[in-house]
């Protein structure tokens, strides 16, 4: 737990970075849960928007379970969250990193508070959809204080220089404006409630949701496809970008095949609105949950790139000369 010179005030707490590692992962299932819940219509079936009591034999009546589980682990993530909050605060000097942990615990209050809502009104799209991207933000704000805690980030060596323009970390920062906005475009396609309408051949606001949803897509392919071109390109010899760069490229494959799917199937089974097919369940779902990893490391990505280049800026003093910006 010794000091480092290369990251003044950061001291490594193994067990810090350890329940950061852990909320982040139940912060996971919970979203996957979540997603399950709204992709099984699962969601009202506890009419209490919140409910203390166990409970064990809901865990076999089925779409009750699933509600009855996603509840039970928001309930263990709330409780690690706290943890993690007084640990990070408790050990960690740095003022950037007090703030994530606050802010954490903050976004896990909103969620709570708007998932309520989403019950006491009965899942309507106002709640539902800002209810569905704070759980993605949260799972993201987990991720950044695994990373900030951890020994790789506190120890890192000297950034390697860049004068690319725009610099890395803003074309992080671009694709993540464009993610969230996909991710809401999104929501509203899986919250639009519009089966009953479809199937009487109305497919207007289906039909609007899903072209939006489309150019969202290609919005976020082009913005990752520049970050590719700039970690293959530039930075092959980190491995810090290089990796997640990889995952992000293998994840966004993966994500528009489900995309496709998850739509073709939602067309072809609108008689079964209520009660969805398994198929259409599992595809729904993976689509929410590999966009939820798509976010998180495009977040570690966007972070690792502030962290590790130090960006040579142009100077107005030297005549368009270049200057070395300050390191991250």
């Not at 982040?24 to 299932?29: D, R």
């Not at 709204?38 to 079936?45: D, M, Y």
């Not at 150019?215 to 970050?227: N, P």
């Amino acid at each position: 737990m010794a000091q480092t010179t290369s990251n003044p005030g950061a001291v490594y707490h193994r067990g810090v970075n350890l329940l950061a590692a852990v909320t982040t992962f139940f912060a996971l299932l919970v979203v996957t849960m979540g997603g399950l819940t709204k992709s099984k219509e699962a969601g009202l079936t506890i009419a209490e928007p919140v409910y203390y009591q166990f409970n064990w034999d809901w865990y076999f009546i089925e779409n009750l379970n699933t509600e009855y589980t996603h509840r039970s682990l928001v309930a263990v993530l709330s409780g690690l969250t706290l943890l993690l909050v007084g640990a990070v605060l408790f050990t960690d000097k740095r003022p950037g990193v007090r703030k994530l942990a606050v802010g954490t615990l903050l976004t896990l209050i909103a969620q709570a508070v708007l998932g309520a809502m989403t019950v006491a009104y009965f899942a309507k799209m106002k709640t539902s959809v800002p209810h569905a991207l704070l759980g993605q933000t949260f799972l993201c704000l987990a991720a950044s204080l695994t990373l900030l805690t951890s020994k790789s980030w506190i120890e890192a060596p000297a950034p390697v220089r860049s004068t690319q323009n725009p610099p890395l970390k803003k074309l992080g920062q671009w694709t993540l404006i464009a993610i969230a906005v996909q991710i809401l475009l999104g929501g509203a396609l899986r919250h639009d409630d519009q089966a009953a309408a479809m199937r009487q051949g109305h497919f207007g606001i289906f039909a609007w949701h899903l072209m939006a949803h489309l150019t969202g897509m290609l919005v976020v392919a082009y913005f990752i496809s520049r970050i590719l071109v700039r970690v293959f390109r530039e930075h092959r010899n980190q491995p810090e970008l290089l990796g997640p760069a990889r995952k992000i490229m293998t994840l966004l494959g993966l994500q528009i095949l489900l995309g496709f799917g998850a739509g073709i199937l939602k067309v072809l089974t609108l008689d079964e609105a209520n009660s969805p097919p398994p198929l259409r369940v599992i595809v729904a779902t993976s689509h929410l949950v590999v966009g939820a990893l798509i976010l998180a490391t495009t977040v570690i990505l966007t972070l690792r790139a502030h962290k590790h280049i130090q960006v040579d800026v142009p100077s107005l003093e030297t005549g368009g000369g270049r200057v070395v910006g300050a390191a991250a």
